[in-house]
C-alpha cells in the first residue's frame, strides 16, 4: 500500500510538472509548439516500448505520467484550434 500510494504521487507530480512545462512552451513559442510536442510523444512513446532492461515500476509511473500529460496538452491544443476555427 505504501508503495502504491508512493507510485501514484510521483505520477501525479511527473503529469503535474511536464503539462505546466508544455502549458509555458505553448504560451512562449504557439507556432512551433504542436509540432514539437508531437515529435517529443513520438519519442516518448519509442522510449516506453524499449525497455528491455527493465524501468521498475517507478520508472514505468513517470513515464507514464510524461505521455499522458503530453497526450493531455495536444489533445487541449487541437481542441482549441477547433474551436477557434469554428469561431472564425
Same mark, same amino acid.
Not at 505546466?20 to 517529443?40: D, F, T, W
Not at 515500476?57 to 505520467?65: K, L, P, S, T, W
Given at each position: ?5 508512493? /507510485?501514484?504521487?510521483?505520477? @501525479?507530480? &511527473?503529469?503535474?510538472?511536464?503539462? #505546466?512545462?508544455? =502549458? ?21 512513446? /519509442?522510449?516506453?516500448?524499449? @525497455?528491455? &532492461?527493465?524501468?521498475?515500476?517507478? #520508472?514505468?509511473? =513517470? ?26
Amino acid at each position: 500500500m505504501f508503495i502504491t500510494n508512493c /507510485i501514484e504521487e510521483l505520477y @501525479d507530480e &511527473t503529469f503535474d510538472s511536464v503539462y #505546466g512545462a508544455l =502549458a509555458g512552451m505553448i504560451r512562449q513559442e504557439p507556432e512551433q509548439a504542436e509540432q514539437r510536442i508531437r515529435g517529443i510523444l513520438k519519442n516518448l512513446y /519509442i522510449r516506453q516500448g524499449n @525497455d528491455w &532492461t527493465g524501468r521498475g515500476a517507478i #520508472g514505468n509511473a =513517470a513515464m507514464d505520467a510524461s505521455i499522458s500529460a503530453y497526450e493531455s496538452i495536444l489533445h487541449e491544443l487541437t481542441f482549441s484550434k477547433v474551436n477557434s476555427a469554428d469561431l472564425n
